[in-house]
T-cell receptor, first 111, second 115 residues
Framework: TQLLEQSPQFLSIQEGENLTVYCNSSSVFSSLQWYRQEPGEGPVLLVTVVTGGEVKKLKRLTFQFGDARKDSSLHITAAQPGDTGLYLCAGLTSGTYKYIFGTGTRLKVLA | KAGVTQTPRYLIKTRGQQVTLSCSPISGHRSVSWYQQTPGQGLQFLFEYFSETQRNKGNFPGRFSGRQFSNSRSEMNVSTLELGDSALYLC??????????????FGPGTRLTVT
């Protein structure tokens, strides 16, 4: 069974701090996505990374796909209260249309 | 473009009953996936449909079924409801593209409570 472990599970930080969320697996994925989900809503796609070692930046968010395409990280610079939410990574197995979702990281940014 | 819509948004059912949930994908999207989200298990894949055919299936019992219509709208059905079926059911649609960049856009979900 493929598993995607995220760490930390919970994170509470002050506005302006930096943080990194990790997504790890023993399986290789053809692509990996990051989502943010707010209460009562569906996950919203933030980014898709495809190439091993790829780094993508989205304003204050930096996403990296591991060289071996088994892991990924999300780094947030100068966190803001609007960044609060559940962050999910999801890996796509090569040759399928089936995403495996990570265990989730619940982030709370305090003003 | 309108996003993915799911109906109903909230549903309360009794153990043993059955339920049908509906999903309308983004216009032009032909692939629809369904997920179950619970606090304990997180987001788990149920099944995926493309052009009215089920292409992928997760590890759920046969009580969970789905179908897709020619206009890409999809329904999922859960028969003989159990308390453990209480969850947020999410639908996601995907645009045409290569399997390497298969992106998903989620609807707001249907919150099912089984009593």
């Amino acid at each position: 069974t493929q598993l995607l472990e995220q760490s930390p599970q919970f994170l509470s930080i002050q506005e302006g701090e930096n943080l990194t969320v990790y997504c790890n697996s023993s399986s290789v994925f053809s692509s990996l996505q990051w989502y943010r989900q707010e209460p009562g809503e569906g996950p919203v796609l933030l980014v898709t990374v495809v190439t091993g070692g790829e780094v993508k930046k989205l304003k204050r968010l930096t996403f990296q796909f591991g060289d071996a395409r088994k892991d990924s990280s999300l780094h947030i610079t100068a966190a803001q209260p609007g960044d609060t939410g559940l962050y999910l990574c999801a890996g796509l197995t090569s040759g399928t249309y089936k995403y495996i979702f990570g265990t989730g990281t619940r982030l709370k940014v305090l003003a | 473009k309108a996003g993915v819509t799911q109906t109903p948004r909230y549903l309360i059912k009794t153990r043993g009953q059955q339920v049908t949930l509906s999903c309308s994908p983004i216009s032009g999207h032909r692939s629809v996936s369904w997920y179950q989200q619970t606090p304990g298990q997180g987001l788990q894949f149920l099944f995926e449909y493309f052009s009215e055919t089920q292409r992928n299936k997760g590890n759920f019992p046969g009580r969970f079924s789905g179908r897709q219509f020619s206009n890409s709208r999809s329904e999922m059905n859960v028969s003989t409801l159990e308390l453990g079926d209480s969850a947020l059911y999410l639908c996601a649609s995907s645009p045409p593209g290569t399997s390497g960049t298969y992106e998903q856009y989620f609807g707001p979900g249907t919150r099912l409570t089984v009593t």
